[in-house]
């Protein structure tokens, strides 16, 4: 993760570097939350470089500019973590679910540094807390 938000999760390490399975890659599945609907679904990568927020209630008021973070049901990452913002949300007739698109919080082509959380947090607040201290202490001289 970043200050911004949510990366990907870590597949694969070896003493020098690790293999990360970004946010936006096919492959991928976070349990995400649309925090002014408080609507759960699954955030999958795409074949675009993007992601989508997969199985949002018919019923559903989400609409495009609403943030999705991570719930924290499955306990990969903690709940309240930033992934990204609705930019299009797809409600076709017939169909169980609605699904919307979301553009990733953190820009993954310009990337210099992310924290790697090797235990679990209680909730995002404590890791946020966590990179506050962090980036604090690199300010100091």
């Given at each position: 993760m970043t200050p911004a938000g949510v990366v990907g999760r870590i597949v694969?390490?070896?003493?020098?570097?690790s293999v990360v399975l970004l946010v936006t890659d096919p492959n991928n599945a976070i349990?995400?939350?649309v925090q002014r609907t408080r609507d759960e679904g699954i955030v999958e990568g795409t074949s675009h470089g993007r992601a989508r927020?997969?199985?949002i209630p018919l019923l559903s008021r989400v609409q495009a500019g609403d943030r999705?973070?991570?719930?924290?049901?499955?306990?990969?990452?903690p709940r309240g973590l930033a992934i990204g913002g609705l930019t299009q949300v797809e409600k076709s007739?017939?169909?169980l679910f609605q699904s919307a698109e979301i553009e990733p919080e953190v820009d993954l082509s310009k990337l210099d540094e992310v924290l790697i959380i090797t235990a679990p947090y209680e909730d995002a607040d404590s890791?946020?807390?966590?990179?506050q201290e962090i980036r604090g202490?690199?300010?100091?001289p």
């Open positions: 694969k390490t070896n003493s020098t570097s349990a995400g939350v927020l997969k199985y999705v973070v991570t719930s924290g049901l499955t306990g990969a990452f007739e017939g169909d890791a946020q807390k966590l990179l202490d690199r300010k100091k």
